[in-house]
């Protein structure tokens, strides 16, 4: 094709020296242009010329000098339009004097452009010039000398190829019809048809000489010379983009002249590369209206290609780009009513198949995705069609024996994007459940394939807000995304420890708040068959899954709350609710062996009772806040989840207003002797500091509301943990515990608490000055240091405030009359 291919710097060498004559002789033809001397520019533009005669240069070189070589004509051709046309006839001459050089590339490119020149001039016959310059182009059969000079055609007779769809018969009955006195129209020269028939011929050529270099030298350099064929693809394919650009071009015209002869021309090559290529040329080019048009003809040529086109990728561009347009509406009408477009493809696709069973099993795949695509999109109310798909591809999957797909494997990824495809266009997870191929075909995955679809499928319900209203959504639903409820038999051994694992049973968590029944006996149902389904997920599940259920409970029993004179069986009904709110909660201490996250749901839970006046419902709230006291009892080991856990039920007691006397002081003795539990001394101090408060900020059915404040039991705790902790033999921690005994001791004294002796206070004040005169110097003992005379100067302030308060209540009291003396009234 090309002699001395060399590498690249000699393929360099080559193009500057041809780029320096292109140049050289580029400047003359301009000076004498200048001057007024055609011929001596044209001699010189036939200098220029002669380096596109060159066999040196590869593809992608000989494109650079094209390119500066017709930059250079482009000058020469507004030069010659600028001086000929205001005498044209000149013109003549030019174009008979060219045709006496002697090279015929040179000859040819400036044949080209002088004829573009006449035509733009007005001069001689425009249809009569062009079939004269594509004929003459036949001259020149090298292929990439004469791909570049047809390429150059083209591109000068862009602007002047008639587009225009009149025909003499059609001018002659227009002419016929007007009026007297009206302006006939006058005859074109050349239409459409003529370019048509024009383009088509330069086509034919240029895929002609295209191939023709898939044929030229030795063997060896096969792999090299398709590599150059592929940069060149795009000259060819130009006179494709040509056609499609035409105004004028009716679908008429295009069944009848266009298609025909484009379709016989890449049939009749036999070239693999070429029909490829310009098959998808012709899907990407044309109207989707010409498609629909010749739909049969194209994918029976389709058929006669040969062995080695990747025909799927065709087919996946046809279908995807005919889904696309049949989604709009033409003419107020849906295209796909027109044409059963689904039938045709499937049918195609099912061929195709058979008649080569060495296609891989990737490409048989994205066969069906675009499949599918067409049956959703363009029929939504089909599913039949989406079904049917599936149900032939997991036929073929049967056929080649296979039984497990990994989901990041070639197929795998397009098995993910032939699944996800319903999910997006639907917009409603449920509908799939109407498609019982859908599962069948998902099951071939692995186990992370399945899981990946099933997550896609909770975010696309959770995004699209899809509600479970009914029981057999709920159904629908947990079928679809089994893999996440429930161990399966190909699930890893280490499944349970990835990030995926996780962030996939929290979906499940957030799509259990998205069933919400019309009312509330419907939604316990749900909520209960909803426990039971996800019970049998294992103890790694539960976890994520159960807590959901648990708080979609106690969003019941509140909803329900105000329903108390709708419904005669309110106060079971409502202790149902707890009952199976504890039962779920039990169940992540037994089987989930969880402790922190059921005693916190039991907290909840007793808030949420204390909250709903129901019979007995100071009986629920003890019982939830007993459980949560023996969790923390017996299975909270850390002393820092302890406390936490300590806190958390002491603040739950604080909140509760409705337990008898006797049951709260239970609960309150039971968290007084959690505290005297803790392992370690500053622990138990801290937490005797925390439940004293229980003591005072209580409150109790008898109390009507009312704090219990009482003194002498917070006095007792305060003892307690003043006594706890001299036995600290850490100096600093012992400075910190003393420190926040007096913050405590000064809280109760400010908020008159009787029982409080300053006596004491005082003690433990002296004690601690002592105890920070033996404290090491440190940054932590001038911390403490600041801490201690924040705390006196607040103790002060809480002296004054005490005093003054004292002053104002003696001041307000009534004066009582003075007892009589012994003499009064004698």
């Given at each position: 094709?090309?002699e ?7 393929q ?8 320096r ?8 033809m301009?000076r ?5 001397k055609?011929?001596?520019a ?8 002669n ?9 992608k ?9 017709m ?25 008979e ?20 020149v ?6 001689g ?6 079939k ?12 990439l ?8 055609l083209?591109?000068c007779?862009?602007?002047v ?8 018969e ?8 007007l009026?007297?006195?009206a ?22 050529e240029m ?16 792999e090299?010379?398709e ?11 130009t ?9 004028a ?9 266009v ?27 044309f109207?989707d209206e010409?498609?629909?048009a ?5 994918l ?21 780009r005919l ?8 003419e ?40 599918v695509?067409l ?6 109310d ?9 149900f032939?591809l ?23 994007k ?10 409603n ?5 109407e498609?019982?191929e859908?599962?069948k ?9 399945q ?16 509600i ?6 709920v ?12 161990d ?40 209960n068959?909803a426990r039971?389904?996800l ?7 539960l976890?994520y ?20 004179e709708?419904?005669?069986k ?5 202790r ?7 039962g ?8 989930a062996?969880l402790?922190?996250l ?22 629920v ?8 006291l ?24 604080l ?43 209580g ?7 009312e ?15 003043a006594?706890t ?7 600093l ?9 007096l ?21 433990l ?18 911390s ?7 705390a006196?100067r ?10 003054a308060a ?10 009582l ?10």
């Open positions: 094709m090309y001395n291919p060399g590498n690249t710097t000699d360099e060498k080559f193009l500057d020296q041809a780029i004559v292109v140049k050289a002789e580029a400047f003359e301009k004498c242009l200048d001057k007024g055609t011929m001596d044209l001699k010189h533009a036939l200098q220029m010329l380096e596109m005669r060159t066999s040196e240069l590869s593809p070189f000989y494109y650079r000098l094209y390119m500066d070589s930059h250079e004509l482009q000058c020469l051709e507004v030069n010659l339009i600028q001086e000929y046309a205001q005498e044209p006839s000149k013109l003549g001459n030019l174009y004097c060219v045709q006496y050089a002697s090279a015929i590339i040179p000859r040819l490119y400036l044949l080209v452009t002088i004829g573009g006449f035509i733009k001039c007005g001069l016959s425009r249809k009569e010039i062009l004269d310059l594509v004929e003459m182009c036949r001259g020149v059969q090298h292929p000398r004469g791909l570049f000079l047809r390429n150059y083209m591109q007779t862009r602007s190829l008639p587009d225009f769809p009149e025909t003499e059609m001018l002659a009955t227009h002419n016929n019809s009026p007297k006195g302006q006939k129209l006058k005859p074109r020269d050349g239409t459409v048809e003529d370019t048509i028939d024009f383009v088509l011929i330069n086509f034919a895929n002609k000489l295209w191939v023709r270099m898939q044929h030229q030298g030795p063997s060896k350099e096969r090299k010379r590599k150059d064929r592929l940069e060149l693809r795009i000259l060819v394919g006179n494709l983009v040509r056609l499609a650009q035409l105004e071009l009716t679908e008429e015209m295009y069944v009848r002249d298609l025909p002869s484009i379709l016989e021309q890449i049939v009749s090559c036999r070239d693999t590369i070429s029909q490829e290529y310009l098959m998808e040329c012709v899907i990407q080019v109207a010409f498609h629909l010749t739909l049969n003809e194209f029976n040529a389709c058929g006669q290609l040969q062995q080695e086109v990747n025909i799927k990728i065709l087919l996946i561009a046809l279908v995807d889904a696309l347009y049949t989604n709009s509406s033409i107020g009408s849906p295209a796909p009513a027109r044409m059963q477009l689904f039938e045709i493809f499937s049918e195609q696709a099912t061929t195709l198949i058979k008649n080569r069973p060495d296609m891989p099993m990737d490409d048989i795949v994205a066969l069906h995705v675009s499949l695509s049956a959703v999109k363009c029929y939504p089909r599913l039949d069609y989406a079904n049917m798909t599936f032939g997991r036929q073929v999957i049967e056929e080649k024996g296979i039984t497990n797909i990994e989901a990041f494997g070639k197929v795998g990824r397009e098995l993910t032939l699944l996800n495809i319903p999910i997006d266009e639907y917009r997870v449920l509908r799939l459940s498609l019982p859908y599962i075909v998902m099951n071939y995955f692995d186990y992370r394939g899981c990946n679809i099933a997550a896609y499928m909770i975010q696309n319900m959770l995004e699209e807000e899809t479970l209203r009914r029981q057999d959504d159904d629908a639903a947990f079928s679809l995304i089994g893999s996440l409820l429930k399966q038999d190909n699930q890893p051994e280490n499944s349970y420890d990835t990030e995926e694992f996780t962030d996939e049973q929290n979906l499940v968590a957030r799509l259990l708040h998205l069933i919400r029944a019309d009312d509330v006996d419907s939604q316990f149902l749900l909520l068959s039971k389904v019970g049998e997920g294992g103890p790694h599940r976890r899954t159960l807590p959901p259920i648990i708080f979609e409970l106690y969003r019941l029993v509140l909803q329900f709350a105000d329903m108390k709708e419904d005669d309110w106060d079971a009904k409502i149902k609710m707890f009952v199976c709110a504890m779920t909660i039990g169940a992540l201490v037994s089987t062996e402790a922190e059921p005693m916190k749901l039991y907290l909840n839970g007793a808030i949420t009772a204390d909250r709903v006046p129901f019979e007995d419902n100071h009986t709230v003890y019982e939830f806040v007993s459980k949560a023996s969790i923390l009892e017996d299975d909270v080991p850390e002393s820092r989840d302890r406390i936490r856990c300590l806190q958390l039920t002491v603040g739950t007691l909140k509760t207003t409705h337990l008898p006397g006797e049951n709260w002081q239970s609960l309150a003795n039971q968290a007084v002797f959690a505290a005297a539990k803790m392992f370690k001394k500053p622990d138990q101090v801290r937490s005797f500091i925390t439940v004293a408060s229980l003591y005072w900020h409150k109790t059915i008898e109390t009507n509301g704090p219990l404040k009482d003194g002498k039991k917070v006095v007792d705790i305060l003892r307690k943990a006594k902790s001299k036995e600290c033999l850490e100096p921690v012992q400075q910190q515990l003393f420190i926040q005994l913050s405590a001791y000064t809280y109760y004294y400010e908020d008159n608490c009787s029982e409080i002796n300053i006596d004491h206070i005082e003690e004040i002296n004690r601690t000055k002592d105890n920070a005169v033996q404290l090491d110097i440190s940054a932590e003992a001038d403490l240091e600041k801490q201690l005379e924040e006196i607040r103790l002060q302030l809480a002296k004054i405030s005490v005093a004292q002053v104002v209540a003696s001041r307000t009291e009534p004066d009359p003075q007892p009589p003396s012994e003499n009064e009234g004698l």
